[in-house]
C-alpha cells in the first residue's frame, strides 16, 4: 500500500515495438514507486504481464527481441495476395499471418500463468470483434489475455476469450487509464505512444497505414486529455520520444527504446516523488 493508503496504477498504452520502452520505465520506478496494479493494452500488454510476473530486466529484454520479429508476419505477402484474388477464404477468424510464431513467442511472456499468480494485480484490455465493445481481462490465463490484446485487425486471426472473439485492444482504447480509474486509484502513470506518420504516400497502403496513425493518435489524444480533466486522480504522462521512425521490427533499437523510455520516466519522477511527499505531510 502506498503512502496514506493512496493507490498507484501503471498504465502501458499499445505503440507495437515502442511499448519496450516500458522496460526502461520500470528500470527507473522499480526502486522508487510502490506499485499497487497495472494495465495493459496491444504491445503494452506484454511488458503489464511481464512486470506483474516480476521478470528481471534482461528477461524483459530477451523477451523483446523474440516477439518484435519479422518471423511473427510469416506469410502475410502470400495470404495478402491470396486475398485480394479471392483464392483465400476470408472471414471473423482469419488473418493475413499465421500466428503459429507469436504464439510459441508468447510462451515467454507467460507460459501458463494466471491472474491470480502474479505478484502485482493484473488487467489487460482487448476488444471484442463483434460489437467494439472494450473487454477488461483479469482472469483465467495471462496469456490468452496478452494474445487477444494483440490481435491486430485482419493481420492476426482474432482470439477467442470465453466465448468471445476478441481483437487489437488499441482498437477500442490505446491508453485505457479509465481502466485505473474505475479501480480505485489515486496516481495513475501512464506510458503511451504516437504511431509514426508517412513522409511519402505513394500507394494505397500507405494512404490506408497513414490514416489508421491519424484516427490512432487522435483517438489517444482526446481520450487522455478528457480523463485528466474529468476525474480526481493524478495522470502522470509519460510518452518518449523517438529521433527516427521506427517499424515494428527494429530489434537492433530496442536498447535506445529501452533508453527513451527511461528518460522520459525520469523526466516525470520528480514530480511524481513530490506529490507522493506531499500526501504524506
Known sequence: MNINGKRTALVIGSGGIKCAAAIGMWEVLRNEIEVD???????????????????DIEYMMEGSKAIWTSEIMEGYTTNLRAARNGSMKFDERSGLVDDQYLNMALENVA????????KIPLKLVATDLADGEKVILSEGRVKDAVRASLAIPMIFPPWEVDGRLLIDGGVSDPLPVDVAIQDGADIIIAMGFTLSYRNRLRSMAAVQEQMNSIYMNNILKATYAFYNLAHHAEIFLIM??????????????????IEKGAEATREVLPHIKRLLSEMAS
Open 240 to 257: 518518449p520520444e523517438f529521433e527516427q521512425n521506427l517499424s515494428l521490427f527494429d530489434v537492433d533499437r530496442i536498447p535506445e527504446i
Open 111 to 118: 507460459s501458463d500463468l494466471t491472474f491470480d499468480q502474479t
Open 37 to 55: 496494479s497495472i494495465i495493459g493494452c496491444s504491445g503494452g500488454s506484454v511488458y503489464g504481464a511481464l512486470i506483474a510476473q516480476g521478470a
